[in-house]
């Protein structure tokens, strides 16, 4: 018996070589994480030592790991019945082998369909995008030359894009500094800055005996001004002051420029002076400027009068203010939503008649037919109007209801109503047609009272029957809660002295004034006193 050899025992332990099937890709799907992944098959206990371990399955508190990489596919792939094949067959490498191109070429196309979408979309969006930066362009350069812009529903000035006027032109005679008087409107102060700005370099050129044309006069005044100078402010200069320059259209002004023709017609400007007589050329000198600018602002003064009497004349019941007593606009009269000034019209260059269209040829040809021939088209055009209007007029519109007293009101006695109007007109009368002394007393008539519990803490504080009006104002203005200089405080305690002799003296001693205060007076009857003086004094 032949003796075995060591390597029959691993022969018969492990099987032979066998034939490997040919390996196939898997097919590349879209993993789920709501099913599970499917079983890996076992391996023959033959095949290796190591024990197979069990598949994990994903639970709550473990969920399976999502995949790193999801390929989307059509919708006819997933369904198809290819892609329900058992995983692991044999159909299945086969089947994934064969989609791979058809695939790739699908999910190429897709990808090149959304870049040529969203080429489309940004290339739509760059359009709007344009269109609207020229429109913000030509709004600005509207909002530059001044043109005034209406709002069609309201009919209240707007920006030129529909928008409001910013609010420090809106607003711009509350922020005056000062006591109130007879503000202009922001856009008559800017036109009055463009005609100083326009005098002087009109003025400048006619010294020089230089002709002064639009163009020459509107980039003076651009650099001047920083804003933009067209013609229409030109019309509103001569609308304000008729009498201040002469216009005319001529050509053959040098103009040493390419884009003007020495032969066209040009907007020329000349200073209207007083000549006497036997005298040479005036000159615009300075006193002159002065006195031009001066008559330009007191007729656009006037003008705004204008619309402050048709305003009082609205009112219930209606105010009539003396012209040379008006100190102050009406409290409610708003002076920046004063209508614009109309361009008076500026001579225009003469037009040459060329006939470019037939019916133009037809306009001329009918001027050269007979008098009989344009009575008949006359008398036809007449027929026509008559038959084509109707011929019973219209209703009668009704009369205006009387206006109804509002909601808020209902169930006052009209004369009740009648007198507090009447007592609210007379007391805005006195407010418009009241000096600025007067103002200026009354401002300080309201400061008084707190000024009287300062001044009598500080006596208190210092324990002395008199103090010098110097420390006295130094120490008021200190504890004030307003910026008031030490000069204004002694006008204060003079008018505190001449209103309470009993309660406050001052008594000159040689070059100093001495403040003598009553402390054991009853500050509070002190202040009633002054605040009935003060309601007396604003009521008058």
């Known amino acids: ?48 030592r190591k024990r197979a371990r069990p598949p994990a399955e994903p639970t709550r508190d473990h969920p399976a790991p999502p995949a790193r990489r999801r390929l989307r596919l059509p919708a006819d792939t997933v369904s198809s019945p290819s892609a329900l094949a058992a995983p692991g067959s044999p159909e299945e490498a086969t089947l994934s082998a064969g989609q791979l191109p058809c695939l790739a070429a699908q999910e190429d196309k897709a990808s090149s369909k959304v870049t040529l979408s969203e080429l489309k979309s940004c290339l739509q969006r760059a359009r709007e995008l344009g269109a609207r930066a020229q429109e913000l362009k030509a709004s600005a350069q509207r909002k530059d030359a001044g043109e005034p812009c209406v709002l069609e529903d309201q009919g209240q000035p707007a920006g030129p894009c529909g928008q409001k006027a910013p609010a420090y032109q809106r607003f711009h005679a509350l922020a005056q500094p000062g006591p109130p008087g007879l503000v202009l409107p922001y856009k008559y102060q800017v036109l009055a800055e463009m005609f100083r700005s326009m005098d002087t370099i009109v003025g400048m050129l006619y010294n020089r005996s230089e002709t002064a044309t639009f163009a020459k006069v509107k980039q003076g005044v651009q650099d001047m001004m920083r804003k933009r100078f067209e013609e229409r402010n030109v019309g509103q200069i001569r609308t304000v002051y008729p009498a201040s320059y002469r216009f005319r259209q001529e050509r053959n002004v040098p103009t040493f420029k390419d884009g003007v023709k020495r032969s066209d017609y040009q907007l020329t400007i000349e200073p209207l002076l007083d000549q006497e007589a036997g005298s040479k050329a005036p000159q615009l000198t300075a006193s002159h400027l002065l006195r031009r600018r001066q008559v330009f602002g007191q007729n656009l003064v006037e003008r705004v009068r204008e619309h402050h009497r048709a305003f009082l004349a609205s009112l219930n019941p209606p105010m009539v203010v003396p012209e040379d007593q008006l100190t102050r606009w009406h409290p409610h009269f708003n002076v ?66 009387p206006a109804t007293p509002p909601a808020a009101l209902k169930g006052v006695s009209q004369d009740l109503l009648e007198r507090i109007r009447c007592k609210q007109a007379q007391k805005q009368l006195a407010q418009m047609t009241r000096q600025p002394e007067q103002e200026r007393r ?39 809660c ?39 007076a009853d500050l509070a009857g002190v202040l009633a006193r002054l605040a009935h003086l003060a309601r007396a004094e604003a009521a008058l």
């Open 1 to 48: 018996m032949a003796q075995p050899r060591l390597t029959d025992f691993f022969a018969r332990r492990r099987p032979g070589p066998r034939a490997a099937p040919p390996r196939a890709k898997p097919a590349w799907r879209t993993p789920s994480p709501a099913k599970p992944a499917p079983p890996t098959p076992a391996r023959t206990p033959g095949g290796s």
């Open 336 to 401: 920046d939503e004063v209508p614009d000034i109309e361009p008076a019209e500026l001579p225009q260059p003469p037009t040459t008649e060329k006939l470019a269209t037939a019916q133009e040829v037809l306009a001329r040809a009918r001027s050269l037919m007979s008098p009989r021939m344009q009575k008949a088209l006359s008398d036809l055009a007449l027929r026509t109007a008559k038959s084509g209007s109707p011929g019973s007029p219209g209703p009668a519109l009704p009369a205006t209801p």
């Open 482 to 520: 307003a910026a008031l200089s030490p000069g204004e405080m002694e006008k204060h305690v003079q008018l505190l002295s001449e209103l309470l002799p009993d309660w406050l003296s001052l008594h000159h001693v040689r070059t100093d004034t001495y403040v003598k205060l009553d402390k054991a």
């Open 442 to 480: 009354l401002q300080r008539l309201e400061r008084l009272p707190e000024l009287a519990r300062v001044l009598r803490g500080i006596f208190v504080s210092e324990r002395k029957p008199a103090l010098t009006m110097e420390v006295a104002c130094a120490r008021m203005a200190g504890s004030y």
